[in-house]
């Protein structure tokens, strides 16, 4: 019996989004496609940005408290097809376990750009989340029509990390407190080649998407505003500020109207930044955005391991949170 005769529709393998027919070994790819991406409301997630943009641990850390928050509603987060050897030996075990960095990325020519793949339910839906995580080395070089990419113009959300080390104005601030990134590329033209490689993959009738700017390594810019340097100052000790809490710390916080309050809050950050280009490239790429900042260690790391402090994150599951609201409210229309 076909699968579709089983009861699965036509649908796109979540690595090379070509179409397969049913679970197993992708015919152009080879990925084996779990049969929870075929069942489940597909949720799908790509995070790029450049060399040291904090892409991997990102991830890490945000499937981790992930794995929590589901916990603490008493639902599982399963990992599917080969999901859990991978995460385990590059996220896991090293980050998680032995509290160390994680190596850099291998591009796409040494190792193969596959999704991690999970399972959960969430307000009754059951969702199976895509996350792919690839090299800034690759981003940064990034040809708009290289197939290994195509997954860029199907995602739901494209996420973008900019880092703030990488901002003149903030390490003129932090040069020699902090390790400032120094070969990695820049992360507004990596957001613009990413948008363009999105443009030329997209086909007609694809999906909507949306960009999630993300700001990490926050812990960083809160530094500055302990600092008694202008501007810095004034704009992170504001009373209130979205900035300066996690929502998932408190219990009662309306997350959507927070969500706004930081996307505002961080729109004047950004231009403080020179991020006023972020804006100009989200519109020229007509995708809509929403800006987010996120610290997934808490604190800036020694040179090979996580601080002694250990981790603790800083609004580590906003991009997942929104991308649920976003997917749930498309399904409840
Ligand atoms: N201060 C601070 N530093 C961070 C944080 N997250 C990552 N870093 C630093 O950034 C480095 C790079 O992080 P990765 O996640 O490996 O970067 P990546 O974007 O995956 O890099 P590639 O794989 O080369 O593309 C880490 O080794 C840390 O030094 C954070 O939340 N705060
Ligand atoms: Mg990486
Ligand atoms: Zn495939």
């Not at 290289?146 to 040069?175: C, H, M, N, S, W």
């Not at 927070?258 to 790429?285: K, S």
């Amino acid at each position: 019996m076909s699968y579709q005769a089983a009861g699965y529709a036509m649908q796109a393998c979540p690595s090379c989004y070509q179409p397969v027919g049913g679970p197993g070994p992708c015919g152009r790819c080879g990925f084996d496609v779990p049969v929870e991406w075929l069942t489940n409301v597909q949720l799908s997630l790509a995070v790029t940005g450049a060399r040291t943009a904090g892409k991997s641990v990102l991830i890490g850390v945000m499937m981790d408290q992930f794995e929590c928050y589901l916990k603490s509603r008493q639902q599982l987060l399963t990992a599917a097809g080969t999901t859990e050897r991978r995460f385990t030996e590059r996220y896991r075990v090293p980050l998680l376990q032995q509290r160390n960095l994680l190596g850099a990325t291998p591009p796409a020519d040494q190792q193969p750009v596959e999704p991690l793949l999970w399972s959960f339910n969430h307000d009754g839906i059951r969702f199976c989340l895509s996350i792919t995580d690839a090299a800034g080395e690759d981003f940064e070089r990034l040809a708009p029509n290289d197939e290994r990419f195509r997954y860029l113009g199907f995602v739901d959300f494209i996420v973008t990390l900019v880092d703030p080390l990488k901002v003149a104005d903030v390490q003129a601030v932090l040069d020699g407190a902090v390790t400032i990134p120094r070969q990695s590329g820049d992360d507004i033209h990596v957001m613009r080649q990413v948008l363009r490689a999105r443009a030329a993959q997209r086909v007609e009738g694809g999906p909507e998407q949306l960009l999630a700017v993300v700001l990490s390594k926050f812990d960083v810019l809160q530094r500055l505003g302990k600092l008694r340097t202008a501007p810095w100052q004034s704009i992170f000790n504001r009373p209130g500020a979205a900035m300066q809490r996690d929502p998932w710390m408190g219990e009662g916080i309306d997350v959507d109207a927070d969500g706004r309050l930081l996307h505002e809050e961080l729109v004047g950050l950004l231009e403080r930044m020179g991020g006023g280009l972020v804006e100009a490239a989200a519109m020229e790429a007509g995708i809509p955005h929403r800006l987010f900042a996120v610290s997934a260690l808490g604190s800036e790391p020694d040179a090979q391991s996580v601080s002694s402090g250990g981790i603790i994150p800083f609004r580590v599951l906003d991009v997942l949170r929104a991308a649920l609201a976003m997917k749930e409210g498309r399904l409840r229309g």
